[in-house]
């Protein structure tokens, strides 16, 4: 089973509407969660930061985390076609009991904004 | 303030060289983290510094290493390179344990 797990896509919606990119991760004890978003030949670019349970929200992004599940997702509201991009959901494991910045990243979702 | 920076930005090298890669993290930021990128093995973990300690570690040969200067910036070191090496090599800097991290533009490295 890997660490992180997300559906690889492609995950096309239409202009305007939300976009649901969902994440699973296997290490019960993981503390922190992220969402990064990676154009073509880009680097990835840090959207959102979660590390409690519920909601949390930035401008069209909500990020949610559900520890007891093991899941966290990502909600684009009014998907533009600029949010064509791929969706990397990355985890910092329990394993860093000392503490330490190692994110263990799943494959990523494409997401295609189609007008 | 700046972002993350990484020099060079492309580098053409071939089998059983050697390669330095240098990173500048944000101003203030003092973790500095190395990750390779892959089409088929995707973006993974090779090493942590903060305040020019080795951190934390991935599942890397010995050939990858690594150091950091009192200045925050950090370099990562290839050496006899494979062309299994070619990838994106991507910095990202932290301020805190377990907080945002921010990537650079990256490295893209070809070996021949």
């Known amino acids: 089973q890997k660490e992180v797990e997300q559906n690889s896509g492609p995950l096309s919606v239409p202009e305007g509407a939300i976009a649901s990119l969902n994440c699973t991760y296997s290490?019960?004890?993981?503390?922190?969660f992220f969402w990064y978003r990676q154009y073509s030949g880009k680097s990835p670019e840090l959207i959102m930061s979660?590390?409690?349970?519920g909601d949390k929200e930035d401008g069209r992004f909500t990020a949610q985390l559900n520890k007891a599940s093991q899941y966290v997702s990502l909600l684009i509201r009014d998907s533009q076609p600029s949010d064509s991009a791929t969706y990397l959901c990355a985890v910092t494991l329990s394993e860093l009991t000392g503490g330490g910045n190692k994110l263990t990243f799943g494959t990523g979702t494409q997401l295609k904004v189609e007008l | 303030k700046a972002g993350v920076t990484q020099t060079p930005r492309y580098l053409i090298k071939t089998r059983g060289q050697q390669v330095t890669l240098s990173c500048s993290p944000i101003?203030?930021?003092?973790?500095v983290s190395w990750y390779q990128q892959t089409p088929g093995q995707g973006l993974q973990f090779l090493f942590e510094y903060f305040s020019e300690t080795q951190r934390n570690k991935g599942n890397f040969p010995g050939r990858f290493s690594g150091r950091q200067f009192s200045n925050s910036r950090s370099e990562m070191n290839v050496s006899t390179l494979e062309l299994g090496d070619s990838a994106l090599y991507l910095c990202?800097?932290?301020?805190?344990?377990?907080?945002?991290?921010?990537f650079g533009p990256g490295t893209r490295l070809t070996v021949l």
């Open positions: 290490d019960r004890g993981s503390q922190s």
């Open positions: 990202a800097s932290s301020s805190k344990v377990d907080w945002d991290q921010f």
């Open positions: 979660i590390y409690s349970n």
């Open positions: 101003s203030g930021h003092r973790s």
